[in-house]
């Protein structure tokens, strides 16, 4: 279904309860969009009929201080000139409003949320080759809207331990960035979206980040969830539903190469041609629907280490391991899903191997390298 979905196109997504912003609204624009100058403040809708070419220089390409506004950049671009200059800014947002249709280019920060608790939308935006394209440094709940973010060191990323908030993206594409989207102290909700050749999709150190119908393919690797330890900060969910996730170099990248979230779920999506297994130290996890081809390596499941470790428990239900090197499933001590119909065909180790793993039934193995199962029944039909 992911695949087909991703093929054929969905209908477009619709914005979110949690920003009051039709993307299509129609507006009183402000008579000044043709007399906009670099280091304006916007207070009323604002439509710019010219391209914006501003010094890094100034305090801000554009401000947009009053609430309820609609900037729209009416396919034109707000572009910086001259060297980079650290800390420039192209858009600044400091109150519930909206950007769309147009470019910003070119900045050490390209769209800043700057107070805590806005609500901001940005739709059909063009985000391109910023140190951090969309920046939050407040508390700013982000709907991002048939966007495409190219070229970025950081395609979203929030303010180091003095922010959180949420990033809503829905049908936009993340391709050639650095980090596509880092996840400190906040959620990253992604709806029909697509990553392509990115450095890494996803740096989830604090927060929950959800995939939903989502297709994470050419990528050097897919995410970085380190496990600070004693620290603060933890992943509290990585979550995959109706995702692609195809043809990745790895899944981690070698300096952190375990994904270590509290929870993992994966459902009804497929992992296909990745160059790396996928090894997941968690609490808990759900495994459910999926299938694994023709990977450099199969699903690997481990305990979490923390202060108090504990075994790792859930769910490894109706997954298919099909032709990938290594281990179909394995499932190292002492941790103990429950591993329940599933298949496991013509890899080159186990099919499964989960000596500490419950038993709950109905597993099918046949033709593995090293063998079928160890520590559970398989029937080879």
Not at 156 to 170: I, M
Not at 211 to 223: D, E, G, I, K, T
Not at 281 to 297: K, L, M, R
Request: net charge negative.
């Amino acid at each position: 279904m992911a695949l087909s979905t991703l093929l054929m196109g969905t209908t477009t997504a619709q914005a979110s309860a949690a920003v009051p912003f039709d993307a299509n609204a129609k507006v009183a624009y402000s008579l000044s969009g043709a007399t906009v100058q670099c280091g304006d403040t916007l207070t009323h809708h604002t439509k710019l009929t010219r391209d914006l070419n501003c010094p890094g220089t100034v305090p801000y390409a554009l401000r947009v201080a009053a609430a309820g506004v609609v900037l729209d950049l009416g396919g034109y671009t707000v572009r910086r000139t001259g060297p980079q200059v650290d800390g420039s800014q192209g858009i600044v947002v400091e109150a519930d409003s909206m950007v769309r249709n147009g470019t910003i280019q070119g900045f050490n920060y390209g769209l800043v949320g700057q107070l805590s608790a806005l609500h901001v939308r940005l739709h059909k935006l063009a985000l391109l080759d910023h140190i951090r394209a969309v920046y939050d440094r407040g508390a700013t709940n982000f709907l991002i809207t048939e966007c495409r973010l190219s070229g970025n060191v950081a395609g979203l990323g929030n303010e180091f331990d003095a922010s959180n908030g949420t990033f809503d993206v829905r049908s936009s594409v993340f391709t050639h960035n650095g980090t596509a989207m880092f996840a400190d102290f906040h959620n990253i909700d992604v709806l029909d979206s697509t990553f392509t050749s990115n450095g890494n999709v996803v740096y989830c150190w604090q927060g929950n980040v959800r995939f939903r119908s989502s297709m994470l393919a050419w990528n050097a690797s897919v995410s970085t969830i380190p496990n600070d330890g004693a620290g603060p900060r933890m992943c509290s969910q990585m979550r995959f539903e109706n995702t692609l996730i195809a043809n990745n170099t790895a899944f981690a990248p070698p300096t952190v190469p375990v994904w270590e979230p509290l929870r993992l779920s994966m459902i009804n999506s497929m992992a296909v041609n990745n160059g790396s297994s996928l090894q997941a130290a968690a609490e808990t996890v759900y495994i459910d629907g999926n299938t694994f081809y023709d990977n450099a390596g199969g699903l690997i499941l481990s305990d979490r280490p923390g202060v108090v470790t504990v075994p790792l428990t859930g769910i490894v239900r109706g997954n298919q391991f099909l032709s990938n090197d290594g281990d179909g499933l394995r499932v190292l001590a002492p941790s103990t899903p429950t591993v329940i119909g599933n298949v496991a065909l013509g890899n080159t180790g186990f099919g499964i191997y989960a000596p500490t793993a419950f038993d709950g039934g109905g597993n099918v193995a046949r033709d593995n390298g090293a063998g079928d199962c160890v520590g559970i029944f398989c029937t080879p039909y």
